[in-house]
T-cell receptor, first 111, second 114 residues
Framework: QKEVEQDPGPLSVPEGAIVSLNCTYSNSAFQYFMWYRQYSRKGPELLMYTYSSGNKEDGRFTAQVDKSSKYISLFIRDSQPSDSATYLCAIPKAAGNKLTFGGGTRVLVKP | EPEVTQTPSHQVTQMGQEVILRCVPISNHLYFYWYRQILGQKVEFLVSFYNNEISEKSEIFDDQFSVERPDGSNFTLKIRSTKLEDSAMYFC????????????FGDGTRLSIL
């Protein structure tokens, strides 16, 4: 089983819709969870990071962690065409250590 | 907002040549990293660097690779004798030394080996 998995998409939604992205992981020792956004030919840009189960909200973005199911989610409300990008979940094995990335989900928000 | 900068944005090199990729991490950061992303594949960890030494490296990071922090601002990745399969995007990242702060990435260097 792969350590971190994401559906590659593409996920196509109309402008204004809620985008729902998911990531599963295999190692129950993981404690920190991050979401990055990557535009074409650009580096990963940090969106959110969370520790422990529950929800964290930042503007239009909500990150959700369910450690019992080893499942993390990112929701984007009121999606905009500028949200069209690849979204990567990333998990460090311990504080400061290397990040293990999912394969990314490509999102297309149509005007 | 401070950012990680990488140069060059695109490097084209003949197979077998040495290449040096350069990064300027965010100024108060203490942990530095290199990752690579082959076209269409996942971002993969190469190496982490702290207190002037390698703290962890992946199996990809073999003897052909080396890292250096030659001064107080630059962080470099050297590939001694490039192979076709080294063609990829190479990303530098850095983080502070405080708590569990996340890594911040540069926009990468696209390395093309001919």
């Amino acid at each position: 089983q792969k350590e971190v998995e994401q559906d590659p998409g593409p996920l196509s939604v109309p402008e204004g819709a809620i985008v729902s992205l998911n990531c599963t992981y295999s190692n129950s020792a993981f404690q920190y969870f991050m979401w990055y956004r990557q535009y074409s030919r650009k580096g990963p840009e940090l969106l959110m990071y969370t520790y422990s189960s529950g929800n964290k909200e930042d503007g239009r973005f909500t990150a959700q962690v369910d450690k019992s199911s080893k499942y993390i989610s990112l929701f984007i409300r009121d999606s905009q065409p500028s949200d069209s990008a690849t979204y990567l979940c990333a998990i460090p094995k311990a504080a400061g250590n290397k990040l293990t990335f999912g394969g990314g989900t490509r999102v297309l928000v149509k005007p | 907002e401070p950012e990680v900068t990488q140069t060059p944005s695109h490097q084209v090199t003949q197979m077998g040549q040495e290449v040096i990729l350069r990064c300027v991490p965010i100024s108060n950061h203490l942990y530095f990293y290199w990752y690579r992303q082959i076209l269409g594949q996942k971002v993969e960890f190469l190496v982490s660097f702290y207190n002037n030494e390698i703290s962890e490296k992946s199996e990809i990071f073999d003897d052909q690779f080396s890292v250096e922090r030659p001064d107080g601002s630059n962080f470099t990745l050297k590939i001694r004798s490039t192979k076709l399969e080294d063609s990829a995007m190479y990303f530098c990242a850095s983080r502070t030394g405080f708590g569990n702060q996340p890594q911040h990435f540069g926009d990468g260097t696209r390395l093309s080996i001919l």
